[in-house]
């Protein structure tokens, strides 16, 4: 049976472990909300119907 010191060692590694997981997961994330934000201003912009519909109401 593991002693405290042991378990307080294996708790700090995992958490190390874990961080560095988390900073790989924050990224990826942030490229993916990039991406889809993108796919959405294409999609709106892209047919040129968003731009064609505030012309109308602007009386262009």
Do not use: F, T
Request: hydrophobic fraction near 50%; charge should be neutral.
């Amino acid at each position: 049976m593991p002693n405290a010191e042991e378990v307080a060692r294996q708790i700090a590694v995992h958490e190390a472990v874990c961080a560095e997981r988390w900073k790989h997961v924050n990224s990826r994330l942030g490229r993916i909300e990039l991406v889809l934000g993108v796919i959405v201003l294409l999609l709106l912009v892209g047919e040129g119907s968003v731009i064609d519909v505030l012309k109308r109401l602007l009386g262009g």
